[in-house]
Each structure stands twice: as C-alpha cells, then as structure tokens.
C-alpha cells in the first residue's frame, strides 16, 4: 500500500457531509480500489460551531482557514463543495497553480470562469474534475470528455434540473398553475427557499455551458447561454401540449450547424418546450435528470438518474476523487481541455427552433390566409394547422376558433417576428400560447 493520498475538504454541507461519512463507510474499499489510503487533511467551512450530527470525523479537522488548508504541502488533492464564484475561484485557482488536483461540484464558477481553472491546471499540472456539477450522480461528463472523445457530437438535449422537471411533472400530471406547483415544491423540499435560480433557468443554463464546452471542445460560458426560466408556463400551455400528445420540459440544447462552407457554429439554449410523449425525455418525471446525447457513430444515447441530492451527488465527487488519487499514485494526468475547435457560439435569434402557436382569431373568410402571409413573409414554413371553434362551438357563425399552428424549424428571430406581427392583427382575438417544440411532432 502506498502513502496516503490527502484531501482538504471546501465545505461540509449536504454534498460535503456526504463525501465525508462515505470516506468513512468505504474507507477500505476506496483505498484498494486506490491502492493507497484517502486521508481528510482538514475541513474548510463557514461556521466551525455548526451542530453537523453525528459525522464520523475528527472535530479537531474543521478550520475556517480554507486558503491556509489548501496551502498546506501535505495536501494532495482540494475537494471543493462550497459553491457560488468567490472565494472558490481564488482557492481553486491557488489550488491549481500548486499542483495539487482538484474535485468540484460548483458548476456556477465553471460556467462563469472554467477557462481561469483549466488555465491553472494546466500550470500546474494536476487535475481538474468536476463530474457532480452536472446531473448529479449521472456519469455524463466522463462519457464526453473520454468514451465519445473518438466521435462526433451534433446534439445534447437535457433536463438537468431537478426542481423544475418536479414542477413540470405536476403541471402535467394534475392540471395544476406554475405557483401551486412550485408551493408543492417546496413543501417536498425540492424547491429551495429562493428557488429563483432554479425556476428561472440559471442553474441550467450554467450546466449547459458545461456540456457544450464538452460536447463541442469550444469554451462556453453562462452568458454564451440563451436562457428563459418556467415562470411563465400556464396550465392553459401544458393543456395545449397535451392535446397535441405532448408534455413541456425545461430543455437545455446544444447543437452543432452548419455557419457558411466549411465551417461550423453551435447553440446554447435552455428554455421551455413542448416535446411529444413519445420522446425518450418526456417519460422523465419527478425531480430526476436525463440527458440525451446524439454523436454520428453512436447514434443516439440516453443518460438517466438522480441529479441532485447529498449521496448521488457525493457519489460522482467520489468517483472523481478515487480517478484523481490513481492519476497522482501513477504520476500522470489526465487529458487536459479540449477546447481546440472554438466554434462561434450563436446569438439565439440564429438557433433553429420549432414554435407550436395557439391563436384566439375571428372566424370568418380569409382569417387563414391572413394568418398564413404573416408567416409566409418572414420565411416561416408551416407544418400543420388546426381549427377548433372557440369555447367547443359548431363554428362558423362568425364568432370566434382556436387556430393551432405548428411550424417547420426556422430561425428564432424570423419565428419571434412572426408572433410579433401576428400580435397586432386585428382578426387575432389574443396569441393564447406560443412554445417552442422539439422532437419532432
Ligand atoms: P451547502 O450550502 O449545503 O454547503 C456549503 C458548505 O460550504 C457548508 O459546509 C458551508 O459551511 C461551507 N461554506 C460556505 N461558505 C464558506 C466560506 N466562505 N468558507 C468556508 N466554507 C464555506 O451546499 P451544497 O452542499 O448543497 O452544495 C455544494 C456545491 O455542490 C455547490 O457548488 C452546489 O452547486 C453543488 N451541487 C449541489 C447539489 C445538491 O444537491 N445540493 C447537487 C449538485 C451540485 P457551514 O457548514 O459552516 O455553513
Ligand atoms: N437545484 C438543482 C436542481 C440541484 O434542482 O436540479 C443542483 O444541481
């Protein structure tokens, strides 16, 4: 057995504490799975008095001293825990430059300034993982940056959060509006206090940045990211997707384009969208991640589990852990970023969109054909249309029809403008509901 390998540990709170008893429970495994011992050097944290239970460690560990603990030369590896972009930046960075390897779950600072970390690394020379920062305890960054290293990624579409599928989920379930089921959230705790990052979009946005930084071995940063939260979901929307056979997710899409001859652009988005029931993700309930990747040699492949949570996200901080431990044991390290292709990252008025559209119009001649210009001039190509008469009528009595349309992918500017000047036309009561559609229906 070698000498042991040394973790400072940034944080003990519900991922940290985690790590910290399954250091404990699988001591003995993860040191013959490591061939050398896992030691905690010390334990960084805010307030040292905290009652934390009954967690199987020395008190003496704990120190309010993050930077003096990751300074310390008997320190191997700084497994990261604490969250949020300052101080973590500065440990992790300080971390890097010294050599030493470092695990984080803080997929905020990666998406704000991962180039700031993998440049220190890459100084450094140790390793820099960070596996729980997206979907939790799904192994999904290891298969991008090493088993699909050998093909080429087109696509990425995910649900990443947790709290918003739980949402969703119980939109489409019980018929229930945004606030009762944002209520039942956070009575479940799923939804935190402030669930403004969640419902709003940012924490996917940011693990967006993440995968397609991976996917398409281009930097992609949180504001790279076209973002639209849940907020403003109706229970008349997810009614609508369910009468076309579909349900509303909280997407995150990274795709690759052609951007003129020869060259290559991709898209980072994370808004609402119908997908039909049919689709892998649309069987996702609850507050359970999933992941859908489409490469040209694999095809397509589907990542699921739980994506939140103190033990499965401990579980991907360990995993990283036992790679970083055998990588220092045998004097090696792992491959470094992959950021060589530097593909321009679209504005989202470029991304290539579906819209479903529901319209409240007057039922009379030419309503359609009318409607139908508006598309017809900024380029928008329709796929189906549905009339129904207005409150379950016989229809054609000059009163008012639901006019469902469906259209073919289109730029999302010309799509965006299309709504707009359908907005001020006169035979068109009210724009009931505009979503954005994906998978095909
Ligand atoms: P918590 O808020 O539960 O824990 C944060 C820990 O950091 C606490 O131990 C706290 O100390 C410590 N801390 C905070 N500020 C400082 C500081 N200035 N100096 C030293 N210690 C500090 O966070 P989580 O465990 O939930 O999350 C940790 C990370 O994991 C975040 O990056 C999060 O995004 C990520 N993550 C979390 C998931 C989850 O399900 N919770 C899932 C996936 C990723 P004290 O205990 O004294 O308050
Ligand atoms: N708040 C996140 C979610 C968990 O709801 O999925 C951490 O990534």
Redesign the pocket.
């Known amino acids: 057995m070698n000498q042991p390998v040394r973790l400072a540990m ?8 985690e790590v910290v008893r399954l250091l404990h429970e699988q001591s003995a495994d993860l040191a013959a799975r490591i061939g050398a011992p896992l030691e905690i050097a010390g334990i ?5 008095g ?1 009652d ?1 239970g009954a967690l199987p460690v020395d008190p003496a560990l704990f120190t ?1 001293d ?1 930077l003096g603990l990751i300074k310390r030369d008997d320190v191997d590896v700084v497994v ?5 972009i300052e ?1 973590a930046r500065s440990w992790l960075v300080e971390a890097l430059r010294a050599g030493k390897s470092v695990v ?6 990666l998406a704000e300034d991962g180039g700031a970390l993998h440049d220190a690394a890459a100084e450094g020379g140790g390793d820099l993982y960070y596996e ?2 997206v979907a ?1 305890a799904i192994p999904l960054l290891r298969p991008l940056r090493e088993s699909l290293h050998g093909d080429r990624i087109t696509r990425v579409t995910g649900i990443v959060n947790g709290t918003t599928n739980f949402i969703l989920s119980a939109m489409h379930a019980t018929g229930a509006g945004f606030a009762e089921a944002l209520e039942e959230a956070t009575e479940l705790g799923y939804a935190e206090a402030d669930p403004t990052a969640d419902v709003e979009g940012f924490d996917a946005a940011a693990k967006a940045a993440i995968l397609a930084s991976l996917a398409f071995h281009t930097r992609v940063g949180a504001a790279d990211v076209h973002r639209e939260g849940i907020t403003e979901v109706t229970a008349a929307d997810v009614a609508s997707a369910k009468a076309m056979g579909c349900t509303i997710k909280l997407l995150c899409i990274a795709a690759r384009s052609a951007d003129g001859p020869g060259r290559e652009a991709v898209s980072v988005r994370v808004h609402p969208a119908m997908i039909p029931l049919t689709h892998p993700l649309a069987s996702v309930g609850d507050a359970f991640n999933a992941v859908f990747v489409e490469a040209d040699a694999a095809g397509q492949l589907m990542f699921y589990g739980r ?4 033990a ?2 401990a579980s991907a901080v360990l995993g990283d852990v036992v790679a970083v431990a055998r990588n220092r044991l045998a004097g090696v390290r792992a491959a470094s970023e992959s950021a060589y292709a530097d593909l321009r990252v679209r504005p989202m008025g470029e991304a290539l969109t579906r819209y479903h559209i529901s319209l409240d119009v007057a039922d009379r001649p030419g309503v359609l054909e009318a409607v139908a210009g508006v598309f017809a001039r900024h380029h928008v190509s329709i796929a189906t249309v549905r009339q129904a008469p207005a409150g379950g009528g016989t229809g054609g009595d000059g009163g008012d029809a639901i006019l469902v349309i469906v259209t073919h992918v289109a730029p999302d500017a010309a799509l965006a403008a299309t709504v707009r000047e359908l907005h001020g036309l006169d035979i068109v009561r009210s724009v009931a509901s505009v979503l954005r559609v994906e998978g095909g229906i």
Request: positive net charge; proline residues 5%.
């Open positions: 940034l944080g003990c709170g519900t991922v940290g504490a960084a944290v805010r307030r040292i905290r934390r309010t993050a990261e825990v604490v969250g949020g101080p984080t779950a803080n997929k905020a600072l729980a920062s939790g994506g939140a949570g103190g499965p996200t």
